[in-house]
């Protein structure tokens, strides 16, 4: 079975570019989130959808972030303009059952994408 | 403030050592204590969710337990694949999210 799948694996653009991160989650799940990760600051949660409807974006650090969840099956987490501070691994993760943080249904996550902005 | 805390930050161990990892947290209304593996370049691997003071669950060499202000990670005999970056997390009936500690970076040399 498929896991959390996100593309690209690596993203080196330079500042003020646009960056768009993309991720599958596993087929089934209701719940999609996305975190990001620093060696300052651990892993933080930005955002998370339930059933493609965004429900607590209060991680998001500015309004330069935005993520989208079209479908069941992809969600995206853009950043515009990008700066040098937002380099850092972003992981998309999802689960399903009732709540996001039910303790019998743990959050999978993806390998992240290695974001680095010049 | 709810917070956890995770030590040591690095833990060096000799193949068959054994050792624990700990998490402290000062929660209000903790639903759950969740561990994950995290290995270099990919993302946390669930390994355990506790619920209540007193529980305990095991995987192979690894042993997660769960008091009123700590949860530890025990690790016996371990060996250098559980070599890795092991996190704690927890929830709240107040949150709907998943807070994270910093981790403890493990390293086992044979």
């Known amino acids: 079975d498929a896991g959390v799948i996100q593309s690209p694996r690596h993203e080196v653009t330079e500042m003020g570019q646009e960056v768009t991160l993309r991720c599958k989650p596993i087929s089934g799940h209701d719940y999609l989130f996305w975190y990001r990760q620093t060696m300052m600051r651990g892993l933080e949660l930005l955002i998370y959808f339930n059933n493609n409807v965004p429900i607590d974006d209060s991680g998001m650090p500015e309004d330069r972030f935005s993520a989208k969840m079209p479908n069941a099956s992809f969600s995206t987490l853009k950043i515009q303009p990008s700066e040098p501070r937002d380099s850092a691994v972003y992981f998309c993760?999802?689960?399903?059952?009732?709540?996001?943080?039910?303790?019998?249904?743990?959050?999978?996550f993806g390998d992240g994408t290695r974001l680095s902005i010049l | 403030e709810d917070q956890v805390t995770q030590s040591p930050e690095a833990l060096r161990l000799q193949e068959g050592e054994s050792s624990s990892l700990n998490c402290s947290y000062t929660?209000?209304?903790?639903?759950?204590l969740f561990w994950y593996r995290q290995d270099p370049g990919k993302g946390p691997e669930f390994l355990f969710t506790?619920?209540?003071a007193g529980e305990e669950k095991e995987k192979e060499r690894l042993k997660a337990t769960l008091t009123k202000k700590e949860s530890f990670l025990h690790i016996t005999a371990p060996k250098p694949e559980d070599s890795a970056t092991y996190l704690c997390?927890?929830?709240?009936?107040?949150?709907?999210?998943?807070?994270f500690g910093t981790g403890t970076r493990l390293q086992v040399f044979p």
């Open positions: 997390a927890y929830c709240t009936y107040n949150t709907d999210k998943l807070i």
């Open positions: 929660v209000s209304g903790l639903r759950g």
């Open positions: 506790l619920y209540s």
């Open positions: 993760a999802s689960s399903f059952k009732d709540s996001p943080v039910h303790p019998n249904q743990p959050q999978h």
